[in-house]
């Protein structure tokens, strides 16, 4: 079992305040178990009016005035001395905050990650060659993490105390309470509002909000490459630990953190099960359904050429006659492998039916002997006999 905690702590994170308490906020250390921030100033700023001020208590917890609009409009900035200041959108209440200290190593670097009440466990990973820091592996080479939480909100915080030049970094988040098993189709994660911070001496340079809606237990943040440079990735995967550390491992490796070289056997592995999920959901008559499902196995790998090809299809099922043209042309450009000619033969013929559709006889003609020069098939030659009758 992991994670087994001694008595004494897990009766201090009971009697902690929590975080849900409403109308409360609670500010913690993002480097210290637990570790409550008093007489910390938190301000928050709407345009057009003034500001609001208050400060955490002994608890480390703070009341959110009566009057504010609790919304994305409102900015909400909270300073101490020794800490990096923290700046993010509201809405603020029932959330925990984590100040990181002020950092003074030049190539150091600070991720905290925070989140709300579920999953209880989303685990920090970062991996860098020949090295991965995770909850089992807490200390690396020159990085570690500093705070491992498991019982909802976090923070959990990795810190890199001196990034090494020419290695390439990534970081992700894993959804331990769902995906120990591989759990399939969870966006427990995506509606969690978990959200990455990264900060460089005593600046928060980067934020980064998980996705609402996405599907996926592990959720591949960002790279840093081996210039140092920060490169947003934002993949959202099913996978367990150990795909976790085996894809991170293939990012770390690939020629670079473009997107077309972070295609990963994972994230292929990945777009087919969306990608047949999807198949299912169309053979049920759920069209538009199966539509978006096909989108999500390519907005994942904008290379599957099958998903296009299957997209084409809904698209002209739905009578979005232009969108099947374009997805089924682009089913075309990308079929590889050892289906690609059974791909490319299924988007001439969805072509030809769309044109076939329209009246437009010899451009039908054109692309059902397309379909059938690649693969035979009696719906290829019923489609040339009908066309030819036609002219």
Known sequence: MRHLLPLALMLSTMLMPSAAEAGNLTVLSAVKK????????????????????????????????????????????????????????????????????????????????????????LDAHLNFPNNHVFFSQQQQLDANLDVDDTTSYGPET???????????????????????????????????????????????????????????????????????AFHDINQYLSLNRDGVASHLNELIQASSFDNHSLITNAIKKEAKRINTRGEKIYHQGKLEDAMYVFQSAIDLYPSYGQAYSNLGLTYQKLNRTAEGLWANRKAIELAEGDRKDRVKASSYYNIARIYESKGLWQEALNNFRNAKALRSHKAYDKGIARMLEKL
């Open 34 to 121: 637990d570790k409550t921030i008093n007489q910390a100033n938190v301000v928050w700023q709407r345009n057009g009016e003034s500001s609001q001020q208050a400060v955490t208590n002994s608890n480390g917890q703070v009341t959110l005035p009566a009057n504010l609009a609790d919304d994305s409009d409102t900015i909400m900035i909270i300073r101490k001395a020794g800490f990096s200041t923290l700046v993010t959108k509201c809405p603020c209440d029932n959330f925990i905050y984590a100040l990181s200290p002020v950092m003074d190593n030049l190539d150091g670097l600070r991720v905290v990650l925070t989140w709300g009440a579920n999953p209880s466990d």
């Open 158 to 228: 990795i810190t890199i105390e001196k990034k090494h030049e020419g290695k390439r970094y990534v970081y992700a988040v894993h959804d331990y309470t769902n995906g120990v098993n591989n759990t399939k189709n969870s966006k427990e994660m995506s509606f969690s509002d978990a959200r990455v911070q990264v900060y460089v001496g005593q600046t928060l340079i980067r934020t980064y909000n998980v996705k609402p809606s996405a599907e996926g237990t592990s959720w591949v943040v960002f790279g840093i490459d081996e210039n140092g």
